[in-house]
């Protein structure tokens, strides 16, 4: 995350308005889960919801 101040509450409810749910919680370690550089192993779905999750 490029803001550390925001708290872990608010991430997770970004993630929900992205419908990012299942996808994280597929997830080996959840929302702490490393996705790699430029999210280049997700798929054009997940790297869109990614996307919409940073903006909110």
Do not use: H
Request: aromatic content about 2%; some cysteine; proline content about 2%.
């Amino acid at each position: 995350m490029d803001n550390i101040n925001i708290d872990r509450s608010r991430v997770r409810e970004c993630c929900t308005m992205a419908s990012m749910d299942d996808f994280i919680n597929d997830l080996p370690d959840n929302i702490d889960s490393s996705i790699g550089e430029r999210g280049i192993k997700l798929s054009g779905g997940q790297q869109q919801r990614v996307a919409i999750a940073r903006a909110l």
